[in-house]
């Protein structure tokens, strides 16, 4: 296991990313990564991590097995847990952010900019999902489902997924930031009630947007290229 990539470890098991995510080590935008590099960048005993994905083997699995899963299927699956999970949750998260920078700026200015780039980050995702849903998508389900009749709408299917990577590589970068103004989403000793909650959810949001790109970089993504090339030739 110690040769592969994070991205292609978590693709065996999603509960494996609980692991990677405590002990942040990025397993979604930046999961092309060999495992024995990322613990060294990290300054991680290897056996350490090898002995807790081991305890992640020995428990029963609850997780959904998205490898085996056909790429509508998948889909799916993005489209009514994680982007519906984004839709839900972003206009709460906006109105907690904003409500704690104007009470709480004045002790706390790193609110503004936190605020700032939540902010950006709805925007950028809510135009990524766009895309991701009324085009890629789409061409992906007919692919599989009907690959004899379908119009190919790219040269290759590989020039809109550098795109959506590149954006998912930058989502990555805007809450790096939101965690680091945070210290990793720890409410000051003064935080009022919404104060802890939107800094609870907001690092509930980041868990989930990870897991969610890991599924599109991993496995939706690659598998789409592999089925492209195949119906080509």
Do not use: W
Request: charged share 25%; net charge negative; proline share 4%.
């Amino acid at each position: 296991m110690k040769h592969l990539t994070i991205g292609e470890i978590v693709a065996k098991n999603i509960l494996y990313a609980d692991v990677f995510q405590k002990n942040k080590i990025d397993f979604c935008c930046k999961g092309n990564v060999p495992l024995e590099e990322a613990v060294q960048k990290k300054g991680i005993d290897i056996n350490t991590i090898l002995h807790e994905l081991g305890k992640i083997d020995s428990q029963p699995e609850h997780e959904l097995n998205y490898e085996s899963m056909s790429l509508t299927e998948l889909i799916n699956i993005i489209e009514h847990t994680f982007h519906a999970y984004i839709r839900n949750e972003t206009p709460d998260l906006l109105f907690m952010l904003k409500k704690i920078k104007s009470v709480h700026g004045g002790n706390h200015p790193e609110l503004i900019k936190l605020f700032e780039l939540f902010s950006e980050s709805n925007e950028d995702l809510s135009h990524h999902m766009y895309k991701e849903e009324h085009v890629l998508f789409s061409y992906i389900k007919s692919l599989e489902e009907a690959p004899k009749t379908v119009s190919q709408q790219f040269d290759s299917i590989t020039s809109p997924i550098h795109v959506l990577k590149q954006e998912h590589e930058h989502e990555g970068d805007l809450f790096e930031k939101m965690r680091l103004l945070t210290n990793d989403y720890t409410p000051p000793m003064d935080a009022c009630n919404t104060y802890k909650l939107a800094f609870h959810k907001l690092k509930e949001f980041e868990e989930m947007l990870h897991k969610h790109i890991h599924l599109e970089n991993n496995i939706l993504f690659p598998k789409s290229v592999t089925l492209e090339k195949h119906l080509i030739q």
